[in-house]
C-alpha cells in the first residue's frame, strides 16, 4: 500500500531522507521509529503529497505521488504533529471547510462530520478550536484526518498532547481503524507507544532505514553488535566449575551463576555436561536484550 | 486550479474578514467619517450651485453681447474629493489590516499544513486569499459608494450619468490603491514567520512610498534639474498670472500661468519663460517618474482626474496655453494613463512576488 524507492530529501546540501526504500502492506499498523531529526515528518510530507522529494519515488496504493498528490491526498487521512486549526471557528466549521475539499455535498458533511466529533468526543462543543485545549486539538485532527474515510492514515506523534484516557481511546480507535482494512502509518519517537498498536516496524536514523520488520525481528537485527552471540544464563544448585565448550566466545561467572556467551544456542550441550558433572541445574535460558535497550542503542549510533 | 477549490478557500477568506472585529471596527471608523465629509461636500456643493444660479441670473439681466463668458456648472464629483484624503489613511490600514497576517497566522497556528494535507494545490490557496481579500475591500468600497450615493440622493442631489460613471471610475480607483497597500501585506505576510514581523515590514513599505519616495522624488528633481534661470534685469512686462491650486492629504500641487496681454513682450522675458518652462518640465518629469512608485501619488493624481478634470488638465498645462474648455472624463483619464498603469502594476508584482514566495514555501 505504501512504497519508497530510495526516497531522498536535501535542505541545504543535507540529507533530511537518505535514500529510503520502504514497503508498508494493505491493513498494517506500521511504526515508524527514529529520534527527533531523524527524518519521520519529512519521509510522510513526501509520502503526502506536501512536498517533492529531491531524488527516488513513493507510491501510495500505486499511486506515485509526485506524479498525482490530489489522487492521494483524496485516499489518505494525515494527523500533523502540533496539529493547527482556525481559531476563529468551531471544530464543526472546521471539518465542514476541510469536507468541501472532497466534494462532498451539504447532508452528506452533515452526517459525516456529526459522527466524527461523537467519535472523538467533541460532539456538543461549541468552543471556537482557538479556546480547545491541546488534547482536545489532537482529537480534532484525528476527525479531521477521517473526515474522508481514507484508505491510509498517516500519523505523526499521535499521542503527544493526549492524556492516559485519550491514548488508551486513540489505541482503539487505530486497531479498530486497521480492523476495517486501513492501513495506519504512524510515525513516533516513543517505542512504548509503538510497540503496543503497531504489527511492524521500520527505523529511521539520520535519515536512513535502519531495520524493518516485527519489533521482535528489528530487535534481533538492532541487538548485538558483535554478530550473532547469543547469551545464555545458567544457575546450578552446587558451585559452577570451569565450562570449555568450542562454541563459548566468554563466561561471566559468579559463584553458582554465570552467563555465557557463544557462537549458537548450546543449552542442550550445556545441560549434558552439567549433568554429566553431577550438577543441579536451577535455570538456563537465553537472555533476550530489552527492546528498549536496543532501541536506545540504535538511537545513539 | 479548480474553480470550486478556490472559491471554498476565498469565500471561508471574505468570512472571516467581514466577521472579524478589526474589519468592522476600522470600515465602521470610514464610513462614519465618509459619512461627515460626505455632508461636508454636500454643503459645499449646494453653495457653489447657488453661486452659479446667482451668477447665471446676472448674466442673463446684464447681456453683454461682447462677452462669451459663461459660469461653469459646479460638479457633485467635488464632494468625492474629500472622500481622496480619509481614503488614502484610514483605507490604506483597512487594507493592511486584512492583509498582514493572511499567511503568517496560519503558519504561526499550524493550520496550513493541517490545510494542505487535503486535496488542493498551494496556489488555490494563495490565490483564494488573494480573492477574499480583494473581495472583502471591494464590499468595503461598494458600502462607501452607496452610502455617498445614497446621501446625495437624500439631499435631492441626482448625478447625471456621467456623474454616475464618474463614481464608478473613482470607486474602482480608489479599490486599486486599496489593492497596491493588501497585496503589500500580503505578500510581508508570506515572507515573515509571524505576523508582528509583516505588520512592521508592511508599514515600513507604506510609509517609504507614501511619504519618503515623494520627498526623494523633489529632492531629486533639485539635485537634477540644477537651478531655475535668472529671470532679465529689464523690468517685467504686464500681463496676469493665475494660481490654481489643490490639495488633498499629503499632496499639494499648483499652477501658475503667466499670459502677456499688451502684445509687446520683450524677447528677453520670451527666452526666460521658455527657460523657465524647461525647467519646470525637467523638474517635473522627474519628480513624476519618482512618483509612479507612490500609489498614493498615483491615486492623487487619478482620482483628481476623475473628481475635477479641469484642475487636471491646468495641471498638465503648468506653463503653456491652458484649455478653456473643461476636458471630459476620458480626456482627462488618457492624461493620467501612465498613473493608471502604475495603480494596476504595483499590487501585480506585490502579487506575483507573494504568489512565488508561497508556492516555494517550505512548511516544515
Redesign the interface.
Known amino acids: 500500500m505504501i512504497r519508497t524507492e530510495n526516497l531522498t530529501k536535501v535542505?541545504n546540501g543535507k540529507a533530511a531522507v537518505d535514500g529510503l526504500d520502504l514497503e508498508v502492506g494493505e491493513g498494517e499498523i506500521f511504526g515508524f521509529l527514529g529520534p527527533n531529526g531523524a527524518g519521520k515528518?519529512?519521509t510522510i510530507?513526501m509520502l503526502?503529497g506536501?512536498?517533492e522529494p529531491t531524488g527516488g519515488r513513493c507510491f501510495v496504493d500505486g499511486i506515485e505521488v509526485a506524479k498525482a498528490p490530489?489522487k492521494v491526498?483524496?485516499i489518505i487521512g494525515?494527523l500533523?504533529e502540533?496539529?493547527?486549526?482556525?481559531?476563529?471557528m468551531t471544530g464543526e466549521q472546521n471539518l465542514d471547510?476541510?469536507a468541501?475539499?472532497?466534494?462532498m455535498d451539504a447532508g452528506e458533511r452533515k452526517k459525516r462530520i456529526a459522527e466524527l466529533l461523537e467519535l472523538v468526543h467533541l460532539d456538543g462543543v461549541a468552543q471556537k478550536a482557538g479556546e480547545y485545549s491541546r488534547g482536545m486539538k489532537q482529537r480534532l485532527?484525528l476527525a479531521?484526518?477521517l473526515i474522508n474515510d481514507p484508505k491510509v492514515l498517516f500519523f505523526d506523534e499521535p499521542t503527544a498532547n493526549l492524556d492516559p484516557e485519550g491514548v488508551r481511546e486513540y489505541r482503539e480507535l487505530v486497531t479498530h481503524l486497521a480492523g476495517e482494512g486501513k492501513t495506519v502509518f504512524v510515525s513516533s519517537h516513543i517505542l512504548s507507544e509503538v510497540r503496543e498498536v503497531c504489527r511492524t516496524v521500520g527505523l529511521l536514523a539520520k535519515g536512513k532505514l535502519v531495520a524493518q520488520g516485527t519489533l521482535e525481528e528489528v530487535a534481533r537485527a538492532l541487538a548485538s553488535p558483535d554478530g550473532d552471540a547469543v547469551r545464555i544464563v545458567v544457575e546450578t544448585r552446587e558451585h559452577l566449575p570451569p565450562i570449555e565448550d568450542p562454541a563459548i566466545i566468554s563466561v561471566e561467572g559468579n559463584g553458582n551463576r554465570a552467563v555465557v556467551r557463544a557462537k549458537a544456542d548450546i543449552r542442550d550441550r550445556l545441560a549434558a555436561t552439567l549433568f554429566e558433572q553431577g550438577l543441579h541445574v536451577r535455570e538456563m535460558r537465553v537472555e533476550e536484550p530489552e527492546i528498549e535497550d536496543v532501541f536506545m542503542a540504535a538511537y545513539r549510533r | 486550479m479548480a474553480l470550486?477549490?478556490l472559491l471554498?478557500v476565498a469565500r471561508?477568506e471574505f468570512s472571516?474578514h467581514i466577521?472579524?472585529r478589526r474589519f468592522i471596527i476600522i470600515l465602521g471608523l470610514l464610513l462614519v467619517i465618509s459619512t461627515i465629509s460626505i455632508y461636508e461636500g454636500i454643503e459645499q456643493y449646494n453653495d457653489s450651485l447657488e453661486a452659479y444660479t446667482e451668477q447665471l441670473q446676472h448674466v442673463q439681466e446684464f447681456e453683454d453681447p461682447y462677452s462669451s463668458w459663461m459660469p461653469s456648472k459646479p460638479s457633485i464629483m467635488y464632494v468625492f474629493m474629500s472622500m481622496m484624503s480619509y481614503m488614502t489613511m484610514l483605507g490604506g490600514i483597512l487594507a493592511i489590516a486584512i492583509g498582514f497576517d493572511l499567511v503568517s497566522k496560519?503558519k504561526e497556528?499550524?493550520?496550513?499544513?493541517?490545510?494542505?494535507?487535503?486535496?488542493?494545490?498551494r496556489d488555490e490557496i494563495i490565490n483564494g486569499k488573494a480573492l477574499g481579500g480583494i473581495g472583502a475591500l471591494g464590499f468595503a468600497m461598494v458600502l462607501a459608494l452607496a452610502l455617498a450615493i445614497a446621501m446625495l440622493l437624500v439631499f435631492s442631489v441626482v448625478p447625471t450619468l456621467d456623474e454616475f460613471a464618474a463614481i464608478l471610475i473613482f470607486g474602482a480607483v480608489s479599490l486599486g490603491f486599496l489593492l497596491a497597500y493588501f497585496a503589500v501585506a500580503l505578500t510581508m505576510s508570506t515572507i515573515s514567520k509571524e505576523s508582528g514581523n509583516a505588520l512592521i515590514y508592511t508599514l515600513v513599505i507604506f510609509f517609504t512610498v507614501s511619504s519618503l519616495l515623494p520627498m526623494f522624488g523633489m529632492m531629486a528633481a533639485d539635485a537634477f534639474a540644477g537651478d531655475p534661470p535668472e529671470p532679465p534685469e529689464v523690468s517685467m512686462p504686464q500681463g496676469v498670472v493665475r494660481t490654481v491650486s489643490s490639495s488633498g492629504g499629503f499632496y499639494t500641487s499648483s499652477v501658475s500661468q503667466s499670459v502677456a496681454y499688451d502684445g509687446t513682450q520683450d524677447p528677453e522675458w520670451t527666452a526666460y519663460e521658455e527657460e523657465m518652462k524647461t525647467y519646470i518640465e525637467k523638474r517635473r518629469f522627474i519628480s513624476d517618474v519618482s512618483n509612479l512608485l507612490s500609489p498614493q501619488m498615483n491615486y492623487y493624481t487619478v482620482a483628481i482626474a476623475v473628481t475635477n478634470p479641469q484642475i487636471m488638465a491646468m495641471m498638465d498645462a503648468p506653463y503653456g496655453t491652458a484649455q478653456e474648455e473643461t476636458p471630459g472624463l476620458a480626456g482627462a483619464l488618457g492624461r493620467v494613463w501612465m498613473n493608471i498603469a502604475a495603480l494596476i502594476v504595483f499590487p501585480s508584482v506585490f502579487f506575483a512576488a507573494t504568489y512565488v514566495k508561497f508556492m516555494r514555501m517550505?512548511?516544515?
Not at chain 1, 82 to 88: E, H, R, S
Open positions: 535542505y515528518s519529512t510530507l503526502t506536501m512536498i490530489l491526498k483524496e494525515y500533523p502540533d496539529v493547527g486549526f482556525y481559531g476563529n471547510y476541510f468541501r475539499f472532497y466534494g485532527g479531521q484526518a | 470550486d477549490r471554498n471561508k472571516d466577521t472579524s496560519e497556528t499550524r493550520s496550513l499544513k493541517t490545510l494542505l494535507s487535503h486535496p488542493l494545490y517550505d512548511i516544515r
